[in-house]
């Protein structure tokens, strides 16, 4: 549970920040924006809107590699059931006791993607003066022609179609239901060069930062970190402590310069229709 490097920064309590995040996080905390929430043993199976199914939960209650196969047949037959879900993401954590799952998840269908780290901090430690580039500005953003556009410009890093993937619709969606999520862009020349979320946890100390991502030909600039950092602000000013993201390589190193800790992985399984 400590940083790649194998070093916890001096005062930093892995241990702890790992425990908050599995009792503060993973439970319907976790799901804000769903549309239906269903209990199977420790599975949460949700639905959101773009037919998108997800599933998650706080642990797998000691199951064994029998009774986890298990777990994913029901899973993934609910999802199946609804004919309005297009794909599904089991949401797997690299610190859980959890046999056979690997193993059943792709004899039925869902295939792995790259982990990403699990990474938490205290959110004052993200909050700096960060120079921009000659005319690129931030602001936060809420009209549609806005989170239209920084959803088109994530689609197209993360290599999805903007006409088809429905992100959009989903944010705007999410947006109505959630007017505590805050929606960031970076502009250069009036298009959108970076973006990312900051979404304020109710009733935890956290709030999460999502959806990062920036365009190739502006990476390395500093724009993603002084993102981060005025979501960092706005997160202490929500009365939030501590910030946590799931992250790519190229989001990591940003974040744990900044102070934040690797303290486990996750890796999502990805069904489809």
Same mark, same amino acid.
């Given at each position: 549970?400590?940083?790649?490097?194998?070093?916890?920064?001096?005062?930093?309590?892995?241990?702890?920040?790992?425990?908050?995040?599995?009792?503060?996080?993973?439970?319907?905390?976790?799901?804000?924006?769903?549309?239906? *929430?269903?209990?199977?043993?420790?599975?949460?199976?949700?639905?959101?809107?773009?037919?998108?199914?997800? $599933?998650?939960?706080?642990?797998?209650?000691?199951?064994?590699?029998?009774?986890?196969?298990?777990?994913?047949?029901?899973? /993934?037959? &609910?999802?199946?059931?609804?004919?309005? *879900?297009?794909?599904?993401?089991?949401?797997?954590? +690299?610190?859980? $006791?959890?046999?056979?799952? &690997?193993?059943?998840? @792709? #004899?039925?269908?869902? $295939?792995?993607?790259?982990?990403?780290?699990?990474?938490?901090?205290?959110?004052?430690?993200?909050?700096?003066? @960060?120079?921009?580039?000659?005319? $690129?500005?931030?602001?936060?953003?809420?009209?549609?022609?806005?989170?239209?556009?920084?959803?088109?410009?994530?689609?197209?890093?993360?290599?999805? #179609?903007?006409?088809?993937?429905? &992100?959009?619709?989903?944010? /705007? &969606?999410?947006?109505?239901? #959630?007017?505590?999520?805050?929606?960031?862009?970076?502009?250069?020349?009036?298009? @959108? @060069?970076?973006?990312?979320?900051?979404?304020? *946890?109710?009733?935890?100390?956290?709030?999460?930062?999502? +959806?990062?991502?920036?365009?190739?030909?502006?990476?390395? !600039?500093?724009?993603?970190?002084?993102?981060?950092?005025?979501?960092?602000?706005?997160? /202490?000013?929500? +009365?939030?402590?501590?910030?946590?993201?799931?992250?790519?390589?190229?989001? !990591?190193?940003?974040?744990?310069?900044?102070?934040?800790?690797?303290?486990?992985?996750?890796?999502?399984?990805?069904?489809?229709?």
């Amino acid at each position: 549970m400590n940083s790649p490097s194998g070093q916890t920064p001096a005062g930093v309590d892995a241990t702890s920040l790992l425990a908050a995040y599995d009792d503060q996080l993973r439970t319907d905390a976790e799901t804000p924006g769903a549309l239906a *929430v269903t209990r199977l043993g420790p599975l949460r199976l949700v639905t959101f809107a773009a037919g998108r199914g997800f $599933v998650t939960y706080r642990d797998l209650a000691g199951a064994d590699a029998a009774t986890i196969r298990g777990f994913v047949a029901s899973a /993934l037959a &609910h999802f199946r059931d609804d004919a309005t *879900v297009t794909s599904v993401e089991w949401k797997t954590r +690299g610190h859980d $006791v959890a046999p056979g799952l &690997h193993e059943a998840l @792709v #004899d039925h269908g869902f $295939v792995p993607e790259e982990p990403e780290s699990i990474m938490i901090g205290e959110a004052r430690l993200l909050v700096a003066d @960060v120079p921009l580039p000659e005319g $690129v500005t931030l602001r936060r953003v809420t009209a549609e022609a806005d989170v239209r556009a920084m959803s088109a410009m994530a689609d197209e890093v993360f290599g999805d #179609d903007p006409a088809t993937s429905g &992100h959009a619709d989903s944010i /705007l &969606h999410r947006q109505e239901r #959630d007017p505590e999520m805050e929606l960031w862009i970076a502009e250069a020349d009036g298009r @959108v @060069v970076s973006a990312g979320r900051l979404e304020p *946890v109710p009733g935890t100390q956290f709030a999460g930062l999502w +959806g990062g991502s920036t365009r190739p030909e502006w990476r390395g !600039r500093g724009i993603y970190r002084a993102l981060t950092s005025a979501r960092a602000r706005s997160a /202490l000013e929500r +009365g939030k402590t501590y910030l946590n993201s799931d992250s790519t390589e190229f989001s !990591r190193p940003i974040l744990e310069r900044s102070g934040l800790v690797k303290v486990s992985t996750t890796t999502p399984y990805e069904w489809r229709r």
